[in-house]
């Protein structure tokens, strides 16, 4: 069983980065892909990325191409979301989840194991 824990939320202003951090316990994440998932206040929760357990193969939700980098590092049993040019609208609590495959890399329901969540704050 895998447990994840996220960290790096927090306020920032348009325009601004924050890197999220989601560190595993109890398994690594050889094998695993792990995905990150957002979810607003009055609004489902979706896919924000993806990343196969090569580190290589990703998966982008169209709203954060060219803005956002996934990344993982198996040694450390860590995994991690690079947000830049952030808008208001990303403002949400974001969540990293893993799984043993890739299919359905975009489907929360695919997933077995969640974060508690970490706040993301983008003012105007």
């Known amino acids: 069983q895998v447990q994840l824990v996220e960290s790096g939320g927090g306020l920032v202003q348009a325009g601004g980065s924050l890197r999220l951090s989601c560190t595993a316990s109890?398994?690594?994440?050889?094998?695993?892909?792990m995905g990150w998932f957002r979810q607003a206040p009055g609004k489902e929760r979706e896919s924000v990325a993806g990343l196969n357990w090569d580190g290589r193969t990703t998966y982008y939700a169209d709203s954060v191409k060219c803005r956002f980098t996934i990344s993982r590092d198996n040694a450390k049993h860590t995994g991690y979301l690079q947000m830049n040019s952030l808008k208001p609208e990303d403002t949400a609590l974001y969540y990293c989840?893993?799984?043993?495959?890739?299919?359905?890399?975009?489907?929360?329901?695919?997933?077995?194991?969640w974060g508690q969540g970490t706040q993301v704050t983008v003012s105007s």
């Open positions: 989840a893993a799984k043993t495959r890739w299919v359905g890399v975009a489907s929360d329901s695919t997933y077995d194991y």
């Open positions: 109890g398994r690594t994440f050889s094998s695993y892909t």
